[in-house]
Nanobody, 121 residues
Framework: VQLQASGGGLVQAGGSLRLSCAASGRTFSRYAVGWFRQAPGKEREFVAVISVSGSGQYYTNSVKGRFTISRDNAKNTVYLQMNSLKPEDTAVYFC???????????????WGQGTEVTVSS
């Protein structure tokens, strides 16, 4: 599975962005897909994950109520809708695929290249 993240950019605090994670390969629908982010000088952290069917979504506490993860298996794409953005959301965002629904980055076998999100105050 090859993943490509897109949709990042510069936005003011309170604004919105939608990230996309496009996948190649017929087996994409068999994988849970997660979003992670890495801010400058910080470790990569879990943001959200969605199950194979899309019925299960899990978020880190700091984004609950503001971010929504969804997927369209027919389009081999996972989305991360980010609303009410804050300067602390500034980071490079990565999507990744895993055989299990998990917050642990080491459980993800496939990673996209990252898309940069900058939120200005």
């Amino acid at each position: 599975v090859q993943l490509q993240a897109s949709g990042g950019g510069l936005v003011q605090a309170g604004g919105s962005l939608r990230l996309s994670c496009a996948a190649s390969g017929r087996t994409f629908s068999r994988y849970a897909v997660g979003w992670f982010r890495q801010a400058p000088g910080k470790e990569r952290e879990f943001v959200a994950v969605i199950s194979v069917s899309g019925s299960g979504q899990y978020y880190t506490n700091s984004v609950k109520g503001r971010f929504t993860i969804s997927r369209d298996n027919a389009k081999n794409t996972v989305y991360l809708q980010m609303n009410s953005l804050k300067p602390e959301d500034t980071a490079v965002y990565f999507c990744a695929a895993s055989a299990v629904v998990t917050r642990l980055s080491q459980e993800y076998n496939y990673w996209g290249q990252g898309t940069e999100v900058t939120v200005s105050s």
